[in-house]
């Protein structure tokens, strides 16, 4: 019995301890975000197949469209057959277009994906100096400057930043295109440039003080006295010994910005008028086509999840320790 | 770890926002009421300039864009604690009760449901639960509600679990104390603050939200004035008249940034009494 017992403990402790324990909450957590996403159909008041089709509507549409929705069966095997069919890869249907909501979604994901990549190029660039400049400078007026202006960043809606820059780059300077996208590859960037800047001058702060305070920390560490002491070239000392060591926080934040992206995603493509995923989403809700909107949230929910878990993967094999805590 | 903070105490940076914070409030009450024009009464030409009477001017269908602009703040306000009261008690429960329940399944159930909550972007999922359950501020509130409580409940859950292993509660529970009396006097006092100051910076999140919402047409409705609802239908008017949205989104911006850098200034405070 002891032994048995103690086999189980040992277990357990490689289980809390190892990735598969990552691996493993992950799938629990998709689970229970697509049984959420199940039940966020079932928030509807009344029938919902009245709600789209008016009071007008024969018997045999309704029924039809009971059908289509996925609830003209019994709670429980459509539930099982909801989850079974997202394990397939298959998060329904659009009842308007008839289409899958995958597809319709991968259709328009080339416009986000060039705005997600240049806003993470963007970052970066803004965040990487800055961070490491207001470590370095925390304690000087450069410090206080940096705390300011970023919650002043962060706290602006993104709406009215969005809407200053185009008053600014488009109408004032008429540097910008005031709306609108060009999807061929050189000259979509000059129409990616607005919207790319007000998602960076929301999320650069934000990455740049998880990294600040992560430099400072770093900065207490004794093999940063032993570098200095021992005069390590600045470039050497900056890369390897203060930003390398500190990249951890920064990328354990990586599902926080996925999902930030794509919320913000959602409001900058509509005042943009950029054709991407975000504005399908808003498409979907003024249709009121609601297993449309459900595949949404359950896709972008899963992206979030899969990000999270790619992050802790990504630390754990940077840097082994992080495995053992 | 009080928050018995006293004005004399706290830093520039909290009475910065203090501040602005009383500031648009008082404006939001005062603006409404003393002011001769109604919120959504016409009382001008459409997009009238600035002038005495009217000091932000005349939006496009011609009502005092200032009274609106105030008349705005106290309904985010409102709707902003609204928004952040009903997660924070709820969520904050949740998370102590399964904290010191001490079921190691059950607690991995609970996490997997409260990370997978937060996993969905947030406007998103407050969008898609206003979809399913119509708009209008009364939607917009329930969406909040049924998104934000998560948040809290993962703060509280995870004090609450650090809590158990700290030397205090163990002598209570060594001394034979009830577990309810533990979670009581022991556990919620320490936790609530935590929850509190979180909650600070989440309104800030929320009053965005609302307007948010408001802006994609999915919130408060107008004729109503909103932050949000406003931006968006001055919107169109950018290329001549910008101050149709520059107004209420400087002072949209302003309360934000107000309770952020209070927060901000807050936090900073307990630091260093801890210190």
Not at chain 1, 24 to 29: E, H, I
Request: hydrophobic content about 55%; some cysteine; charged content about 15%.
């Amino acid at each position: 019995m002891e032994v048995i017992q103690r086999i189980i403990k040992q277990a357990g402790r490689f289980f809390q301890h190892s990735l598969v324990s990552r691996v493993v909450q992950a799938a629990l957590v998709s689970f229970f975000l697509l049984t959420i996403v199940f039940f966020l159909l079932r928030l509807i008041p009344g029938d919902p197949a009245m709600v789209l089709l008016g009071e007008n509507a024969s018997m045999g549409q309704v029924e039809e469209y009971r059908k289509l929705l996925g609830i003209d069966r019994p709670p429980m095997e459509q539930y099982v057959d909801y989850m079974s069919s997202a394990f397939r890869g298959d998060l329904g249907v659009s009842i308007l277009r008839r289409q899958s909501v995958v597809k319709i979604i991968a259709s328009r994901l080339p416009v986000s994906l060039w705005l997600a990549g240049s806003t993470v190029v963007m970052v970066f660039v803004l965040a990487l100096p800055l961070g490491l400049l207001a470590a370095v400078y925390h304690r000087t007026w450069f410090g206080t400057f940096f705390r300011v202006t970023t919650s002043v960043a962060i706290s602006t809606p993104i709406y009215f930043t969005s809407l200053v820059i185009l008053l600014l780059l488009a109408v004032k300077l008429d540097l910008v295109p005031i709306a609108g996208y060009d999807p061929e590859f050189p000259k979509n960037l000059r129409t990616l440039f607005a919207p790319a800047l007000t998602n960076s001058i929301l999320l650069a702060p934000v990455l740049a003080r998880i990294l600040q305070a992560s430099v400072i920390d770093t900065m207490e560490e004794e093999f940063i006295e032993a570098a200095i002491v021992r005069g390590v070239k600045p470039f050497r000392f900056m890369w390897h010994y203060l930003l390398r060591p500190s990249l951890a926080p920064c990328i354990a934040a990586l599902g926080y910005f996925a999902a930030t992206v794509v919320s913000y995603g959602v409001l900058i493509e509509i005042i943009f008028n950029l054709p991407g995923v975000g504005m399908s989403l808003i498409e979907f809700i003024r249709a009121f086509d609601y297993t449309a909107v459900q595949g949404f949230v359950a896709l972008t929910g899963l992206l979030v999840v899969a990000t999270t878990l790619l992050a802790d993967l990504l630390n754990a094999w940077l840097d082994p320790r992080a495995n053992l805590q | 770890m009080s928050f018995a903070v006293t004005l004399k105490t706290l830093n520039r940076e909290a009475l910065c926002g203090l501040v602005i914070i009383v500031l648009v409030i008082l404006l939001g009450i005062i603006v409404p009421i003393a002011s001769p024009n109604n919120a959504s009464g016409f009382v001008a030409d459409p997009l009238a300039p600035p002038s005495m009477s009217l000091p932000f001017g005349a939006d496009h269908m011609g009502r005092d864009l200032f009274v609106r602009t105030f008349a705005a703040a106290r309904l985010d306000i409102v709707l902003a604690v609204l928004g952040a009261s009903i997660p924070i008690v709820v969520g904050t429960f949740i998370g102590v009760l399964t904290g010191a329940a001490e079921r190691k399944i059950a607690g991995a159930l609970w996490d997997a449901l409260i990370n997978a909550i937060t996993a969905f972007p947030e406007i998103v999922l407050v969008l898609a639960i206003i979809t399913m359950i119509g708009g209008g501020w009364n939607g917009l509130l329930y969406a909040i509600w049924l998104s934000r409580w998560a948040q809290y409940a993962r703060l509280a859950r995870a004090k609450t679990l650090k809590l158990h292993e700290s030397e205090f509660v163990q002598a209570a529970k060594v001394l034979g104390y009830s577990r309810i009396r533990i979670m009581t006097r022991h556990i919620m006092p320490n936790v609530y603050s935590e929850a509190i100051a979180y909650a600070l910076s989440d309104f800030v999140f929320i009053i965005v939200v609302i307007g948010g919402l408001s802006f994609l047409g999915m919130g408060v409705r107008p004729p109503t004035p909103e932050w949000g609802g406003m931006l968006a239908e001055g919107r169109i008017y950018l290329q001549t008249t910008p101050r149709l949205v520059l107004f209420p989104g400087a002072i949209l911006s302003l309360t934000a940034i107000g309770v952020a850098l209070f927060a901000q200034g807050l936090a900073r405070h307990r630091k260093e009494a801890v210190r």
